[in-house]
């Protein structure tokens, strides 16, 4: 006999660290920042509580909204190349753990070090379009730039937000990435660590972007953010006549 | 602590109000009376996560930096993050100028506040990383540490650091045989016993216990209640202050 799942918390609602968000045995967290003592369930960070209902459990998790960028393999992620060594290149991905690229996941051939330089295919200061092959926390994340759309960036802005904010900025199932995308007519694609590469006609409509981006990093935790920034776009764009 | 100096002035008086003596503390408190509290997070853009918290006149800023990448990194742990704590007084903090460079205090309460921010800081979710916590009091008017503690979990939980509780902390004491709550600086100086407490409420522990002084094992007892419900005070004030937060940028 199993008691009744209590949830204690509003849906949607933000919590706090200390806060109890559920008690009972048929509550699974689904967060890693949920803890689990005795019966209670305990929120350990600052986010938006997600309740969902499962028929005979519910199931709780965090949207956190603050907190740096901890890699997973296969997110799309854009690095700043900060080092080169023998074979590899070290890569800032904002994030506490640095990304290692090695030649073997940019070059098809073998690759002497003897006679070719790694600084003629990326040099420090080039910012990449890369993904996360693994990362198991013990060592640093590896990074591939073999596949569709990733490699070097030539052209367009890199605007940089917070990590948590990353999931807002898409949307659900990518609302607010494709709204941004077709009021303006920009390319935009967002790196799951909080750096976001814009590609715009010109420059107003990618003063327009970044601005509209920051205004959702600024307000992620709102309801209705999607049609504010689209009145925002509107109005900036006849405002500047673009 | 600084001791007393000179002739010791009269810090409690018993006033009479509804038949019943009662005692009143120089500043007017009653001795389970906080003084007042501020608390503000967000006030520094460089850092991670920062917070602003007055107890009176004391007040203490502190930011934090991480979780990021150890440097140097031979400090780095491969099962969790490193904390560092560095609690400082700024040279104006007080009366007479503080020379800048850490003292034996600054580095005993620094490694105090680490103990007790790394009973609830869940580091293991971190490896090979560190989180720099600063603590920097701009004004010191009695109970630096605890309002540095206080103020140290709210940075944290600004920096989305995953903490399994708040941390608030505050100091009771002893004076003029009286045991009274969040005493200040004069109150400290002739206090007979002085006792900083953090405790981490959701989870019922205390993570700071530090006792100056002698306390008998009642007074021990009413000192740890009156700590116990001083926090609860301000373990909720600390709530308000994150949720603001975020209500702020929504009107």
């Known amino acids: 006999m199993t008691a009744l799942a209590k949830i204690l918390v509003e849906p949607r609602s933000i919590v706090l660290p200390g806060d109890v968000l559920a008690e009972g045995d048929d509550v699974e967290p689904s967060s890693i920042y949920i803890e689990r003592v005795g019966k209670k369930l305990i929120a350990t960070i600052t986010g938006i509580v997600v309740v969902e209902d499962l028929g005979d459990k519910k199931r709780v998790s965090i949207i956190p909204l603050e907190g740096a960028y901890i890699p997973r393999p296969g997110d799309i992620v854009i690095g700043l190349v900060k080092d080169i060594g023998i074979t590899h290149w070290e890569v800032d991905i904002a994030s506490p753990y640095k990304g290692v690229l090695t030649v073997q996941e940019v070059l098809d051939r073998p690759f002497n070090p003897a006679t070719d330089s790694l600084k003629k295919y990326l040099d420090v200061g080039d910012y990449i379009v890369a993904k996360v092959v693994a990362f198991d926390r013990a060592r640093d994340p590896l990074l591939t730039i073999k596949g569709e759309g990733l490699g070097r960036i030539s052209e367009g802005a890199i605007v940089e937000i917070k990590p948590s904010r990353v999931p807002r900025v898409i949307g659900r199932k990518g609302s607010m990435v494709n709204m941004l995308m077709k009021e303006t007519g920009c390319s935009i694609l967002v790196g799951q660590n909080g750096r976001i590469l814009v590609k715009c006609p010109n420059k107003d409509l990618e003063e327009v972007v970044i601005l509209s981006i920051k205004k959702i990093e600024a307000e992620a935790h709102t309801s209705g953010l999607t049609e504010r920034v689209r009145a925002f776009i509107r109005e900036e764009r006849s405002r500047r006549g673009v | ?251």
């Not at chain 2, 600054?106 to 971190?126: G, M, P």
């Not at chain 2, 708040?166 to 009274?180: M, R, S, T």
């Open chain 2, 1 to 251: 602590m600084g001791g007393a100096a000179g002739e010791k002035p009269q810090l409690i008086h018993w006033e009479e109000r509804d038949g019943e003596k009662i005692p009143v503390r120089h500043d007017g408190r009653l001795p389970d009376q906080l003084r007042p509290v501020r608390m503000e997070v967000g006030v520094l853009s460089n850092a991670d996560g920062s917070a602003l918290v007055e107890y009176g006149g004391t007040r203490v800023i502190a930011a934090v930096y991480g979780p990021r990448e150890a440097v140097p990194r031979h400090i780095a742990l491969p099962d969790r993050a490193v904390l560092r704590c560095r609690y400082h007084m700024a040279p104006f903090s007080t009366a007479e100028r503080k020379t800048p460079a850490p003292t034996r205090r600054e580095v005993e309460l620094s490694k105090v506040i680490r103990e007790a921010l790394e009973s609830v800081v869940i580091t293991e979710l971190f490896p090979r990383t560190t989180i720099d916590i600063y603590m920097e009091v701009l004004q010191s008017d009695g109970g630096t540490r605890t309002a540095a503690i206080t103020a140290a979990s709210l940075a944290l939980a600004d920096a989305g650091v995953a903490m399994r509780d708040l941390v608030a902390g505050v100091a009771v004491g002893k004076v003029d045989g009286v045991v009274v709550l969040d005493i200040d600086e004069i109150e400290d100086n002739y206090a007979e016993a002085d006792m900083p407490v953090a405790i981490a409420p959701s989870i019922g522990k205390v993570v700071l216990l530090q006792l100056n002084g002698v306390l008998t094992r009642d007074e021990f007892r009413e000192g740890m209640e009156l700590a116990r419900k001083g926090i609860e005070t301000l373990y909720k004030l600390q709530k308000e202050a994150l949720r603001r937060k975020y209500v702020e940028v929504k009107g």
